[in-house]
Nanobody
Framework: QVQLVESGGGSVQSGGSLRLSCASAQITFDYYAVGWFRQAPGKEREKISCISSNDDGTNYADSVKGRFSISKDNTKNTVSLQMNSLEPGETAVYYC?????????????WGHGKQVTVSS
């Protein structure tokens, strides 16, 4: 039973910044792709960023490119997502997931999610 735990998030006004972090006591992120996803009410889950397990290569959805930044800290076994210039339309529950590759959406392990609320 692998548990991922998200921390951070919260509420911010439009244009502000928030940070999310993902941690696990059961798996080592150096051996997994770790992605960030979000799901707003009434909308499909969206992959917004991922960092690969071996070369730490990163990718981003077009909607967040240039504003969000994903990073891995192998010492702490955490993956973080820095979110800048947030807009109200990005209000959602944000999840981290871990899996074998960044090129798929159905990751093996998931956190319970953290609320991100962007007010106008």
């Amino acid at each position: 039973q692998v548990q991922l735990v998200e921390s951070g998030g919260g509420s911010v006004q439009s244009g502000g910044s928030l940070r999310l972090s993902c941690a696990s006591a059961q798996i080592t992120f150096d051996y997994y792709a770790v992605g960030w996803f979000r799901q707003a009410p009434g909308k499909e889950r969206e992959k917004i960023s991922c960092i690969s397990s071996n070369d730490d290569g990163t990718n981003y959805a077009d909607s967040v490119k240039g504003r969000f930044s994903i990073s891995k800290d192998n010492t702490k076994n955490t993956v973080s997502l820095q979110m800048n210039s947030l807009e109200p339309g990005e209000t959602a529950v944000y999840y981290c997931g871990a899996g074998p590759r960044c090129d798929e959406d159905e990751f093996e392990y998931w956190g319970h999610g953290k609320q991100v609320t962007v007010s106008s």
